[in-house]
């Protein structure tokens, strides 16, 4: 089973944290604050970053 690639995100809407996983098309990270829903997307593209940790002020 292939592992799915994820970003680690601290909401602070609600000070939570939550994984949020690649699209199927590999452009961008999408997930949801698991309290509020509050959706988050970060894009996947050239001269990005190496981060694996975020905050979602």
């Known amino acids: ?27 961008a990270y999408i997930g949801r604050c698991p309290k509020c829903l509050r959706t988050v997307r970060i894009k996947i593209g050239e001269g990005g970053t190496t981060n694996r940790f975020f905050r979602a002020i």
């Open 1 to 27: 089973m292939e592992k799915r690639k994820y970003l680690g995100i601290q909401f602070d809407c609600c000070g939570v944290y939550a994984r949020i996983y690649q699209n199927k098309e590999g452009t």
